[in-house]
């Protein structure tokens, strides 16, 4: 009997450490344990008509799995209004500003690339970690298809996964200019606004004068945003886990004037002057409009967004099939 009892306190603690995650250190510091029912929060931003059928298979995967679910309140409505009979009761809802944390295991992001990016708002600094699931076009951070869902099940459930944390950027601003979080996945960005001239920017790192740039704007990227604006406008790829930061003028009025790699520890300030008195000021997908005597500080953030991957996943290859990186017909 003593021996059995040893055996089953083996069994729990490993299971305790495999699970373990910790959304500011790499050191294990919040415990998971699901000797209980697992829990999900499914969010997205449009049901398309070709997921009806889609939605129905993983709604009725999580229900033969005994996973409680929750769903966001806008995303739930469009399910009742289109998908017809439904076979699942009202489920438990959330909408942004709703704190998850504290209640499920997961969130699972049903869209693209941009569906993951507004996740940011409701795991915040929680290290609650998010799969992406790609019903989308390109895919860049999302992990699983469609047709993954029960592997994705099985494969959460035993804890037969590795995070992938991806850096974030945080703005510092008095009065915030941004509702929400003052963050970003990809990147931060000054423009011009609308057609006007183009203006300058002058740039510190920890206090100390780095450059002005004569352009129509600036982009501070992660290594996850390299793959984004930033490389339209002629800045380098970063590979994902580089603890770095990439300063990337837009149409700069300098031939010498190139994009910057810099360490993520510094601190980036920026000043703005030109001829109008106010100018466009972005955090991903999301825009403000920042009047020219206000300093705006970006950092990176002292926590991350812990992405789930199922598989090993090699950067390199990815951004072959992906962004047809290097693709040439000669080869």
């Known amino acids: ?14 299971l305790t450490e495999q699970h373990l995650y910790s959304p500011k250190t790499t050191v294990p510091t919040k415990i998971q344990l699901f000797t209980t029912t697992m829990k999900i929060a499914l969010y997205s931003r449009t049901l398309k008509p070709e997921d009806h059928q889609f939605i129905c298979q993983l709604l009725d995967t999580l229900q033969q799995n005994n996973i409680n679910w929750c769903i966001y309140q ?7 209004q289109q998908i017809q009979p439904l076979s699942h009761s009202a489920p438990e809802t959330f909408v942004m500003g709703d704190t998850l944390e504290q209640h499920v295991d997961f969130v699972w992001s049903i869209g693209g690339d941009g569906t993951i990016i507004n996740t940011i708002d409701l795991v915040h600094e929680s290290g609650v970690p998010v799969l992406g699931i790609n019903t989308g076009r390109l895919g860049l951070l999302t992990d699983i298809t469609k047709s993954q869902i029960r592997q994705a099940v099985h494969a959460l459930q035993h804890q037969q996964y590795t995070l992938d944390r991806r850096t974030l950027l945080q703005l510092h601003t008095e009065p915030p200019l941004f509702k929400s ?7 931060f960005a000054i423009h011009k606004k609308d057609t006007s001239a183009m203006i300058t920017i002058h740039t510190y790192l920890d206090g100390a004068f780095l450059n002005s740039y004569w352009a129509d704007g600036i982009i501070v990227a992660t290594p996850s945003g390299s ?9 380098p790829i970063v590979q994902p886990d580089t603890q770095a930061l990439v300063i990337t003028p837009v149409a700069p009025h300098n031939l ?3 994009p910057i790699i810099i360490p993520d520890k510094h601190t980036i300030s920026f000043e703005i002057s030109g001829r109008n008195d106010n100018y466009l000021c972005s955090l991903d997908s999301r825009y403000a409009t920042v009047e020219a005597n206000r300093t705006l500080t970006v950092t990176k953030a002292p926590f991350t967004l812990n992405l789930v991957r199922l598989t090993p996943r090699n950067f390199y290859t990815t951004i072959r099939q ?6 040439d017909s000669r080869n």
């Not at 009892?5 to 490993?14: D, N, R, T």
């Not at 979080?181 to 990147?187: C, I, P, S, W």
């Not at 793959?227 to 800045?235: D, V, W």
């Not at 992906?322 to 693709?327: E, P, S, Y």
């Open 1 to 14: 009997m003593s021996y059995y009892v040893q055996i089953k306190i083996y069994l729990s603690f490993k």
């Open 74 to 80: 806008p995303y739930w409505e469009q399910i009742q």
């Open 181 to 187: 979080t003052q963050l970003a996945l990809n990147e």
């Open 227 to 235: 793959t984004a604006y930033s490389l339209s406008c002629g800045g």
């Open 256 to 258: 010498n004037m190139r």
């Open 322 to 327: 992906k962004l047809l990186w290097g693709q």
